[in-house]
Antibody, heavy 127, light 107 residues
Framework: QVQLQESGPGLVKPSQTLSLTCTLF??????????WTWIRQHAGGGLEWMGH???????YYNPSLESRITLSADTSKNQFSLKVTSVTAADTAVYYC???????????????????WGQGTLVTVSS | DIQLTQSPSFLSASVGDRVTITCRAS??????LAWYHQKPGKAPKLLVY???TLQSGVPSRFSGSGSGTEFTLTISSLQPEDFATYYC?????????FGGGTKVEIK
């Protein structure tokens, strides 16, 4: 059963770097048939895509966040991670990691739609 | 970049009602549209992908239709567990976007 699990500090000080990890179970981050993505949600708000990548390929970022975020994979731990620099209170949100089947690799499953999600982790930016 | 506009943003309905939510894309996106619902404190759950394909395990009272720029999600008979916020979503390989959401509440 594919599972994703976010982890990281729940509290980050303003101007510091937010770092989160998504650990994968029953699927490898090196599976080229999937994008791996981070999506966040502010309290009472909608869903905001932050970026996604596929192993060995390209990484795409939300232009509104591109200057501050980095996505990367750690194959030894079967994880991928998110770093957001220079955080402010506006980065306080629930952060989700998710899997997205890529076009051409998604027969019988959801092409280009996140199908497995982590449970989400709340990150608060406050001094 | 493509924008997705959902309507209505809020909907009040009763158990057993037929409910329809619309998602309009700012340009044609073929059938690359998905629908989710989300309950408080939970991650979004995929209901429909490729505009009209029901995700495995999703009840048949949910259905999706549309292509190009206009899409709908229909719940044929609203159940108590369906009261939630619904989102549409599109990914064109390099940019992923969600609609603003439709909150379905009990009348």
């Amino acid at each position: 059963q594919v599972q994703l699990q976010e982890s990281g500090p729940g509290l980050v000080k303003p101007s510091q770097t937010l770092s989160l990890t998504c650990t994968l179970f029953d699927i490898s981050v090196t599976s080229g048939g999937y994008y791996w993505t981070w999506i966040r949600q502010h309290a009472g708000g909608g869903l905001e895509w932050m970026g996604h990548f596929y192993y060995g390929g390209s990484t795409y970022y939300n232009p509104s966040l591109e200057s501050r975020i980095t996505l990367s994979a750690d194959t030894s731990k079967n994880q991928f991670s998110l770093k957001v620099t220079s955080v402010t209170a506006a980065d306080t949100a629930v952060y989700y990691c998710a899997r997205i089947p890529r076009l051409g690799y998604c027969t019988g499953i959801s092409c280009l739609a996140p199908d497995y999600w982590g449970q989400g982790t709340l990150v608060t930016v406050s001094s | 970049d493509i924008q997705l506009t959902q309507s209505p943003s809020f909907l009040s309905a009763s158990v057993g009602d037929r409910v329809t939510i619309t998602c309009r894309a700012s340009q044609g996106i073929s059938s690359y549209l998905a629908w989710y619902h989300q309950k408080p404190g939970k991650a979004p759950k995929l209901l429909v992908y490729a505009a009209s394909t029901l995700q495995s395990g999703v009840p048949s009272r949910f259905s999706g239709s549309g292509s190009g720029t206009e899409f709908t999600l229909t719940i044929s008979s609203l159940q108590p567990e369906d009261f939630a916020t619904y989102y549409c979503q599109h990914l064109n390989s390099y940019f992923l976007t969600f609609g603003g959401g439709t909150k379905v509440e009990i009348k």
